[in-house]
């Protein structure tokens, strides 16, 4: 109990908020989600960019490089194409209280893009690509 607590202040000494804490996967859980769909030899599992992201082989036995949402695990495949166009990005992102979005690109599986928050700070954003909803920030 100490110890949770004693990372939990630790964390949030570092600007990470206890939710993101909370809802992060470890290293081992994201490799047991890649696993459990049917990805091998999996290697370079790392967070950045809001994200897990880590290199694998696919069930067909092609090399690929995914993302991982953390609070959901959903897997993100680099060649998933996307069921929305640019407008429907912005156009959510509006939804979700982001201004001044700009440099909306899709990439490696998820739509990505720049925006300001509701405080008016800077934010890189990371979007599901069926739905758009918000799945990593920096």
């Not at 880590?54 to 695990?73: H, Q, Y």
């Amino acid at each position: 109990m100490k110890i949770g607590a004693a990372a939990l202040a630790f964390g949030l000494g570092l600007g990470v908020s206890a939710a993101a804490l909370a809802q992060s996967m470890t290293t081992p859980q994201v490799q047991a989600k890649l696993t459990a769909q049917g990805y091998t030899k999996i290697h370079d599992v790392e967070f950045k960019d809001g994200m897990w992201h880590a290199d694998a082989k696919s069930a067909d036995g092609n090399d690929v490089d995914v993302r991982i949402d953390p609070a959901t695990g959903k897997v993100y495949p680099e060649d998933e194409v996307s069921k929305l166009s640019e407008a429907d990005v912005r156009a959510s992102l509006s939804t979700q209280g982001y201004t001044d979005v700009h440099d909306v690109d899709f990439d490696d599986g998820v739509w990505k893009a720049k925006a300001k928050n509701a405080a008016g700070n800077k934010v890189e954003l990371r979007l599901d690509p069926s739905n758009g909803q918000v799945i990593g920030k920096d």
